[in-house]
């Protein structure tokens, strides 16, 4: 995997920085980490991996890549939709090729980066007793102080979609810390963190196998003609799927040489099962 990851990483170099396509995207992104440094040292604390601020992992070759990458898709998103009032399948067609560049930076960069972080916290836990509890301490504390009142006017004012209504009930269910270790002591034992960590290591294989499959850009590709089949006669919002949007989809897929492709295939069925254990585990 270690090879294709390389070639995936010279790849994605060479076909496209997103930054580049953004009015002083590195210096704003840079802005951005400063912010984010510095909140995250202060949660932190005095843990220093390789004798430096904890931040400076954002400055690793894996770990900085995907901040940039990442952040100036998010800023490049924001300033495309901005002024966009319906939101149709084309604009989604053109947004693809980012989709993938974003893709391919993340296949070669994501499994060093998250091991980097990894180690670091393992290595401040390890000569620490305190250090997760202080950890979640400072934390809870910035939460309070700078989000709080904020995600609790995003709840008010969005209730009457998904993400306002999670947001309400966790508010309403956790109203501080000790609402929230009572909940994870009572529910998180033993099994349910062999079932994290059996979830995870499934999600690393089958990343794993997404990546080295080639299957980014066959995803892209595969979107890239959907969404221009889907844009056609009274399929104007993508928000809107039933109806003239559906039937456009069903066309599409009808086709026998436009089937999803395998390596994609593989990782839907992964996702729904594990939707559907955890469901049937958890779901009470």
Sequence with gaps: MKVVAVLLALVAVSVADICNDIEGGRARATQIKSVIATGLDTVMGDCYPNGDAFSALLNSEACSALFYQ???????????YADVDVVSYDMLRRGVSDVQALGNVACANVEACYNEVFDAVSDCAAADDGFIEGVIDRATEMYKARAEQALAEFGEQNDNTIAGRLV????????????LRAFVSQRVGDD???????????????AAAFCDSGCVDQTGKFLKRLFSSMNKGRCVDATMFCGACQRNAEVFLGRRANSIPCCLQDV????????????DTYGD
Excluded at 70 to 80: I, M, P
Excluded at 168 to 179: E, G, L, Q
């Design 168 to 179: 309400n009930i966790a508010m309403k269910r956790f109203t501080d810390i000790d609402s």
């Design 70 to 80: 990442g952040t100036c898709y998010g800023l490049k998103t924001a300033a495309k």
């Design 192 to 206: 349910v963190i062999d079932d994290a960590m059996a979830g995870y290591q499934a999600a690393k294989e089958a």
């Design 268 to 279: 839907v069925e992964q996702a729904i099962a594990g939707a559907q254990y955890v469901a």
